[in-house]
C-alpha cells in the first residue's frame, strides 16, 4: 500500500510538471470533459432522481409524530448538498470513468502504446494523464451540482405528490438552516474525488501489466481503490471542514 | 470531436453554473427586483440566529438576516438585515431574537418597545440603529425547569422527613378541633346575629327618635326664628328684668326673715336652756315644783288643790254674782 501511495504520488508531481506542455493536453482537455463529464450526466441524474425521491419518503416515515414535517425540506437539501449529492455521484463515476481510465490506459500499456510515446518523446503524462485530471477536476463538480438540484427536485416533487406537503412547507425546509458553505463544501469534495478517481485510474492504467487480464485486474483495482478513496475522502473533508 | 459535443459539454457547464448560482441565492433569501435596505441592530447576544433567518413584522416574514458579527469593543453584537423598502416600522422599535419553533430554528422580530416594559436594551449610539434582545431558546427554558424540579424533590423530600404518621395525627386531631371550633364559632355567629338584629332595631327606633327629635328640634327653632321675627324676645326680656328684680326683693325677705329665725333660734335655744335648768332644779328636788314631784302628800295636795280650784270656777262661771259685785258709781 505504501509502495501504491508512493507511486500515486510520483504520478501526482509528474502530473503537475506537464502542465508546462500546454500544446499537448489543452487539445485533448475538451474531449475528456466530454468523456468524462457530458456521458456521466445521465447515470449520476438517474442515482439523484431515485436518491432525493427516497430521502422524501424516509424522512416522512422518520418525522412522522412530533417533528413537524416541513423538515423533510431541511433532510432533502442538507443531504444532497452535504452528503449524497456528492458522494453518490463519485462512486458512481468512479465506476464509469476510473475503470474507462484504467482500462484505455492499461490497453496502451500492454500494447506498448505509451512506451511508443515515450520512445518518441512525447510527454505521455502530458498527453494522456493531465487532459483526464483536469476534465475530472473540472466536470465532477459540475455533474455534482446537476445531481444536486436533481436530486432536491425530485424529493421536492416526492414530497408534493406522496405525502401531501406544500411547496411552502418544503421550501421553508429548504431555507430553514441553508448556509451558502453547504455548496461550497459540495463543490470541494466534488473536485477532490474528481482528482482521486481520475488520478487513481491514470495510476492503475499506467502500470498494468500481463495482457487483456493485466487490463481487467488494473481496472477493478482502480475502481475498488477510488471508490475506497472517495469513502474516506468524505470522511476527511467532514473532520476538517464541518 | 465534433462541435455538438463541444456545445453540450459547455452547455452543461452553463447549467450547473446557473443552477448553483441562483440556486444559492434563492436559498439565501434574496429577492429579485424588490428593492430593499439595510439596517442594523445591536444585542447583548444573539442566541442561535443566523444568517439567513426570517426578520417577521407583525408576524410576517418581511426580510432576513444577512450579517451577525460583534462590534470591535466586544460589548455588543451587531446584526445586519435586510427588509423591504417602503415598510413602515413601530415607533420606538425594538428587534427580538427568538425561536421560531422547538427545532432550533429562530426568527428576528420587529416590535414596539412598549410590548417589552421589563427587558433592559442595549441603547445603541447611532440614531438608526435598533436596540435588540435575545430571548431564552428551549435549553435554556428547559435547564430553568430542570433547576425547579430539583428543587421539588428536595423540598418533596424534606416534607415527607416532615409528615411522619405522629404529625398525620396530630394533623387529624388538629382538623377535629378545628371543626368543633368551627361549629362553636356558628352558634356564636348565629346568637349574635339575633342581638345584632335586636340591636338594629334598637339602633333603628333610636334613629327614629333622633329623627323625630331633629324635627322638633327643627319646629322649635322655627318658632324660635318666628319669636325673633315678630320681636317677642324683648318683651320676654322685659318680663324676666322684673321676675328677676320680684326674686332680689324675695331674696332679700328671705335673708331678714332669715335672720329674725336665727334670732328665734337663739332665744329658743336660750329659752330651753333655761327650762333644761329648771328641769334640772326640779329634777334635784329645789324649789317648790322639786319638791311637788318628789314629795307625793304635796303632790296629792296639790291635786286636790287643783281640783276644789276647777270646781271653784265652775261655780265662779256659774254664779258670778256670788263672788263678783260689780257697781257703778
Same mark, same amino acid.
Given at each position: 500500500?505504501?509502495?501504491?501511495?508512493?507511486?500515486?504520488?510520483?504520478?501526482?508531481?509528474?502530473?503537475?510538471?506537464? @502542465? =508546462?506542455?500546454?500544446?499537448?493536453?489543452?487539445?485533448?482537455?475538451?474531449?475528456?470533459?466530454? =468523456?468524462?463529464?457530458?456521458?456521466?450526466?445521465?447515470?449520476?441524474?438517474?442515482?439523484?432522481?431515485?436518491?432525493?425521491?427516497?430521502?422524501?419518503?424516509?424522512?416522512?416515515?422518520?418525522?412522522?409524530?412530533?417533528?413537524?414535517?416541513?423538515?423533510?425540506?431541511?433532510?432533502?437539501?442538507?443531504?444532497?448538498? !452535504?452528503?449524497?449529492?456528492? $458522494?453518490?455521484?463519485?462512486?458512481?463515476?468512479?465506476?464509469?470513468?476510473?475503470?474507462?481510465?484504467?482500462?484505455?490506459?492499461?490497453?496502451?500499456?500492454?500494447?506498448?502504446?505509451?512506451?511508443?510515446?515515450?520512445?518518441?518523446?512525447?510527454?505521455? @503524462?502530458?498527453? *494522456?494523464?493531465?487532459?483526464?485530471?483536469?476534465?475530472?477536476?473540472?466536470?465532477?463538480? $459540475?455533474?455534482?451540482?446537476?445531481?444536486?438540484?436533481?436530486?432536491?427536485?425530485?424529493?421536492?416533487?416526492?414530497?408534493?405528490?406522496?405525502?401531501?406537503? %406544500?411547496?411552502?412547507?418544503?421550501?421553508?425546509?429548504?431555507?430553514? /438552516?441553508?448556509?451558502?458553505?453547504?455548496?461550497? &463544501?459540495?463543490?470541494?469534495?466534488?473536485? %477532490?474525488?474528481?482528482?482521486?478517481?481520475?488520478?487513481?485510474?491514470?495510476? /492503475?492504467? /499506467?502500470?498494468?501489466?500481463?495482457?487483456?487480464?493485466?487490463?481487467?485486474?488494473?481496472?477493478?483495482?482502480?475502481?475498488?481503490?477510488?471508490?475506497?478513496?472517495?469513502?474516506?475522502?468524505?470522511?476527511?473533508?467532514? @473532520?476538517?471542514?464541518? | 470531436?465534433?462541435?455538438?459535443?463541444?456545445?453540450?459539454?459547455? *452547455?452543461?457547464?452553463?447549467?450547473?453554473?446557473?443552477?448553483?448560482?441562483?440556486?444559492?441565492?434563492?436559498?439565501?433569501?434574496?429577492?429579485?427586483?424588490?428593492?430593499?435596505?439595510?439596517?442594523?441592530?445591536?444585542?447583548?447576544?444573539?442566541?442561535?440566529?443566523?444568517?439567513?433567518?426570517?426578520?417577521?413584522?407583525?408576524?410576517?416574514?418581511?426580510?432576513?438576516?444577512?450579517?451577525?458579527?460583534?462590534?470591535?469593543?466586544?460589548?455588543?453584537?451587531?446584526?445586519?438585515?435586510?427588509?423591504?423598502?417602503?415598510?413602515?416600522?413601530?415607533?420606538?422599535?425594538?428587534?427580538?431574537?427568538?425561536?421560531?419553533?422547538?427545532?432550533?430554528?429562530?426568527?428576528?422580530?420587529?416590535?414596539?418597545?412598549?410590548?417589552?416594559?421589563?427587558?433592559?436594551?442595549?441603547?445603541?449610539?447611532?440614531?438608526? #440603529?435598533?436596540?435588540?434582545?435575545?430571548?431564552?431558546?428551549?435549553?435554556?427554558?428547559?435547564?430553568?425547569?430542570?433547576?425547579?424540579?430539583?428543587?421539588?424533590?428536595?423540598?418533596?423530600?424534606?416534607?415527607?422527613?416532615?409528615?411522619?404518621?405522629?404529625?398525620?395525627?396530630?394533623?387529624? %386531631?388538629?382538623?377535629?378541633?378545628?371543626?368543633?371550633?368551627?361549629?362553636?364559632?356558628?352558634? !356564636?355567629?348565629?346568637?349574635?346575629?339575633?342581638?345584632?338584629?335586636?340591636?338594629?332595631?334598637?339602633?333603628?327606633?333610636?334613629?327614629?327618635?333622633?329623627?323625630?327629635?331633629?324635627?322638633?328640634?327643627?319646629?322649635?327653632?322655627?318658632? $324660635?326664628?318666628?319669636?325673633?321675627?315678630?320681636?317677642?324676645?324683648?318683651?320676654?326680656?322685659?318680663? !324676666?328684668?322684673?321676675?328677676?328684680?320680684?326674686?332680689?326683693? $324675695?331674696?332679700?325677705?328671705?335673708?331678714?326673715?332669715?335672720?329674725?329665725?336665727?334670732?328665734?333660734?337663739?332665744?329658743?335655744?336660750?329659752?330651753?336652756? =333655761?327650762?333644761?335648768?329648771?328641769?334640772?332644779?326640779?329634777?334635784?328636788?329645789?324649789?317648790?315644783?322639786?319638791?311637788?314631784?318628789?314629795?307625793? #302628800?304635796?303632790?296629792?295636795? !296639790?291635786?286636790?288643790?287643783?281640783?276644789?280650784?276647777? *270646781?271653784?270656777?265652775?261655780?265662779?262661771?256659774?254664779?258670778?254674782?256670788?263672788?263678783?259685785?260689780?257697781?257703778? &258709781?
Amino acid at each position: 500500500m505504501a509502495a501504491g501511495v508512493g507511486r500515486w504520488g510520483g504520478l501526482t508531481a509528474e502530473t503537475v510538471r506537464s @502542465v =508546462k506542455h500546454v500544446d499537448v493536453w489543452s487539445r485533448l482537455l475538451l474531449q475528456q470533459m466530454a =468523456k468524462i463529464g457530458l456521458d456521466s450526466v445521465p447515470i449520476a441524474v438517474f442515482i439523484a432522481v431515485f436518491t432525493g425521491i427516497v430521502l422524501s419518503l424516509q424522512a416522512s416515515y422518520t418525522f412522522t409524530g412530533a417533528v413537524p414535517l416541513y423538515f423533510v425540506g431541511v433532510l432533502v437539501g442538507k443531504t444532497m448538498m !452535504l452528503e449524497l449529492g456528492p $458522494v453518490l455521484t463519485g462512486l458512481a463515476l468512479s465506476g464509469r470513468v476510473g475503470a474507462n481510465i484504467a482500462a484505455e490506459l492499461g490497453t496502451m500499456r500492454v500494447t506498448e502504446q505509451i512506451d511508443a510515446l515515450e520512445t518518441m518523446a512525447y510527454p505521455p @503524462v502530458a498527453y *494522456l494523464v493531465l487532459p483526464r485530471v483536469l476534465a475530472g477536476i473540472i466536470m465532477f463538480p $459540475v455533474v455534482t451540482a446537476l445531481a444536486i438540484a436533481v436530486g432536491i427536485g425530485s424529493g421536492w416533487i416526492t414530497a408534493l405528490q406522496l405525502l401531501d406537503m %406544500s411547496t411552502p412547507e418544503f421550501v421553508r425546509g429548504l431555507t430553514l /438552516f441553508f448556509e451558502p458553505f453547504d455548496v461550497t &463544501f459540495a463543490f470541494i469534495k466534488a473536485t %477532490s474525488f474528481g482528482f482521486v478517481v481520475t488520478t487513481i485510474g491514470c495510476l /492503475f492504467g /499506467f502500470h498494468t501489466r500481463g495482457g487483456a487480464e493485466g487490463v481487467g485486474k488494473s481496472t477493478t483495482q482502480a475502481v475498488v481503490v477510488s471508490s475506497m478513496a472517495i469513502l474516506v475522502l468524505d470522511a476527511f473533508w467532514a @473532520v476538517t471542514l464541518l | 470531436m465534433n462541435r455538438t459535443r463541444e456545445a453540450l459539454v459547455g *452547455l452543461v457547464i452553463v447549467v450547473a453554473v446557473l443552477v448553483t448560482t441562483f440556486g444559492v441565492l434563492w436559498l439565501q433569501g434574496v429577492t429579485w427586483g424588490e428593492p430593499q435596505v439595510e439596517m442594523e441592530a445591536v444585542f447583548d447576544e444573539v442566541g442561535l440566529v443566523r444568517a439567513g433567518n426570517a426578520v417577521k413584522l407583525r408576524g410576517v416574514q418581511v426580510g432576513r438576516v444577512r450579517e451577525i458579527a460583534v462590534d470591535p469593543g466586544g460589548e455588543l453584537v451587531r446584526v445586519t438585515f435586510r427588509i423591504g423598502e417602503g415598510l413602515t416600522l413601530p415607533e420606538d422599535a425594538v428587534m427580538v431574537l427568538s425561536p421560531e419553533s422547538l427545532f432550533g430554528d429562530w426568527q428576528a422580530e420587529i416590535h414596539p418597545r412598549t410590548r417589552f416594559p421589563r427587558v433592559t436594551f442595549p441603547e445603541p449610539q447611532e440614531a438608526d #440603529v435598533l436596540p435588540g434582545h435575545a430571548l431564552p431558546d428551549i435549553s435554556q427554558l428547559t435547564a430553568a425547569a430542570d433547576d425547579i424540579s430539583e428543587s421539588m424533590l428536595v423540598l418533596t423530600e424534606r416534607i415527607g422527613i416532615a409528615f411522619s404518621e405522629e404529625t398525620a395525627q396530630n394533623i387529624a %386531631s388538629l382538623i377535629d378541633n378545628i371543626e368543633g371550633v368551627t361549629t362553636q364559632l356558628s352558634t !356564636l355567629v348565629e346568637q349574635q346575629a339575633a342581638s345584632f338584629a335586636e340591636v338594629t332595631d334598637d339602633v333603628r327606633q333610636a334613629t327614629q327618635g333622633i329623627g323625630s327629635a331633629a324635627d322638633q328640634a327643627r319646629q322649635t327653632l322655627e318658632r $324660635v326664628d318666628e319669636i325673633i321675627a315678630r320681636d317677642e324676645v324683648e318683651s320676654a326680656l322685659q318680663d !324676666l328684668s322684673a321676675i328677676a328684680a320680684n326674686m332680689r326683693g $324675695v331674696s332679700a325677705e328671705l335673708e331678714g326673715t332669715n335672720r329674725e329665725v336665727r334670732e328665734m333660734a337663739e332665744q329658743v335655744e336660750a329659752t330651753f336652756a =333655761k327650762v333644761q335648768g329648771m328641769l334640772e332644779t326640779v329634777e334635784s328636788g329645789e324649789g317648790s315644783l322639786g319638791r311637788l314631784f318628789h314629795d307625793p #302628800v304635796m303632790a296629792e295636795e !296639790l291635786e286636790g288643790a287643783v281640783s276644789e280650784l276647777q *270646781l271653784l270656777l265652775e261655780d265662779i262661771r256659774e254664779n258670778p254674782r256670788r263672788y263678783v259685785r260689780l257697781s257703778i &258709781f
